[in-house]
């Protein structure tokens, strides 16, 4: 695996977009895996109050040093963190300790009643506590027994039930994500319900744990007319039938503010590896699009790129890890922009072993040895290549 001699930090490319604009390019400008259902404010081992502040506010643990960007692992399985280089992911090739953070699908009422999902849940969270990583929950519809999600939805005072019995079980957990894209067909919620959910979530922890809004998927192209906002730009959500998912989901929230949104940005890595795109506008980067929608009054808010990954190889791609090295820095730069600046505070790498649509930073033989967007995403290298797209 090959990295290049000269190559940018976040940091460094922070600096120089800002003086030079809106650029995400890295030489220039253009227009289903497996996921199973299954640290407040201070970080392992901080006090975690929510009233701390922010990530982007958060200052630097005795273990970790402070980034504008915190990069980890979203896996639905534990045995993740059996691989040997584990550890070494969270810290850079120059000693650089980063914070260290995980992210876990488990089905509504796993608090409820005993699964294979609630044992992996207890492994996953031994296995984290053992590494010092925080985990960050999402939940899931139940998983049938033929692997596919449940049409079941819960009521919220039935999801509710669960969340409080989640909170008492495992009381260590006390960083959320709401229902797990609430607009992809399989795990489909209506948006006021999917609010909702949200809502009651964040009532329930108060100062105590925190919940990140939306969580939504930006996985095709059919996501984006979910995601693109009214004419009435994003203070005035077009409420109703008439309304995109996502201004649905927003008049419900009413007055509420969300301080965490959480999106998933896979259609635009794809853009960028077969087709050159770099998001260089709302109608062709799903991220932008996003954005768009949580300006004015919502601008508060932190985001978290809670789900995405960048692809090796699938069924109809050719292997290459060179092209999904190049895509894991498109993505540092994309959500480093100035425009972004202390808002997108963190992106959890989905996943570390690849499904048939391989999107993992290991490869598949025996001895999972680390690709190249491995040590890309460690170093946090934002230009790969001089010859990526």
Same mark, same amino acid.
């Given at each position: 695996m090959r990295l290049s001699a000269a190559r940018l930090s976040i940091s460094a490319l922070t600096a120089l977009l800002a003086c030079s604009g809106d650029l995400v390019g890295g030489s220039g400008s253009g227009p289903d895996d497996a996921r199973d259902g299954g640290g407040k404010g201070d970080g392992p081992g901080g006090s975690g109050n929510t009233d701390a502040g922010t990530d982007a506010e958060t200052d630097a643990g005795p273990d970790w040093v402070a980034e504008p960007l915190m990069i980890g692992i979203a896996s639905g399985h534990p045995d993740f963190m059996d691989h040997p280089d584990i550890d070494r992911f969270f810290e850079s090739q120059a000693g650089e300790r980063h914070f260290r953070m995980g992210h876990m699908y488990v089905p509504w009422n796993v608090a409820l009643e005993d699964s294979d999902r609630r044992q992996e849940l207890i492994a996953w969270l031994a296995k984290a506590a053992e590494h010092g990583i925080e985990p960050s929950i999402a939940f899931n519809p139940e998983r049938l027994a033929n692997g596919d999600f449940d049409t079941y939805r819960p009521s919220v005072d039935e999801f509710q039930a669960a969340f409080d019995a989640f909170r008492t079980?495992?009381?260590?957990?006390?960083?959320?994500?709401?229902?797990?894209?609430?607009?992809?067909?399989?795990?489909?919620?209506?948006?006021?319900?999917?609010?909702?959910? @949200?809502?009651?979530?964040?009532?329930?922890?108060?100062? +105590?744990? %925190?919940?990140?809004?939306?969580? $939504?998927?930006?996985?095709? &192209?059919?996501?984006?007319?979910?995601?693109?906002?009214?004419?009435?730009?994003?203070?005035?959500?077009?409420?109703?039938?008439?309304?995109? @998912?996502?201004?649905?989901?927003?008049?419900?929230?009413? +007055?509420? %503010?969300?301080?965490?949104?959480? $999106?998933?940005?896979?259609? &635009?890595?794809?853009?960028?590896?077969?087709?050159?795109?770099?998001?260089?506008?709302?109608?062709?980067?799903?991220?932008?699009?996003?954005?768009?929608?949580?300006?004015?009054?919502?601008?508060?808010?932190?985001?978290?790129m809670t789900e995405t990954g960048a692809r090796y190889a699938n069924p109809n791609l050719a292997a290459s890890e060179f092209k999904q090295a190049c895509t894991g820095a498109f993505f540092l730069r994309l959500f480093s922009l100035p425009a972004f600046a202390g808002r997108v505070t963190r992106f959890y790498y989905f996943n570390w072993y690849g499904y048939t649509d391989d999107l993992g930073i290991v490869d598949k033989t025996a001895a999972h040895a680390p690709r190249a967007i491995f040590n890309q995403l460690r170093d946090r290298v934002t230009q790969y290549d001089p010859s990526c797209p």
């Open positions: 079980t495992w009381p260590e957990v006390v960083t959320f994500l709401a229902w797990n894209e609430p607009n992809a067909t399989v795990t489909r919620v209506e948006p006021e319900r999917a609010a909702d959910y @949200y809502l009651m979530m964040a009532a329930r922890c108060g100062n +105590d744990c %925190r919940v990140g809004a939306g969580n $939504f998927r930006g996985w095709f &192209d059919a996501d984006t007319d979910a995601l693109r906002m009214g004419p009435g730009g994003p203070d005035n959500p077009t409420c109703g039938s008439s309304g995109s @998912y996502f201004d649905r989901y927003k008049c419900r929230l009413g +007055d509420h %503010r969300p301080t965490i949104w959480a $999106f998933h940005p896979y259609l &635009d890595g794809y853009n960028y590896r077969e087709r050159s795109w770099h998001c260089s506008d709302a109608n062709s980067c799903q991220t932008k699009l996003f954005m768009a929608s949580l300006a004015g009054s919502w601008s508060a808010s932190e985001v978290w």
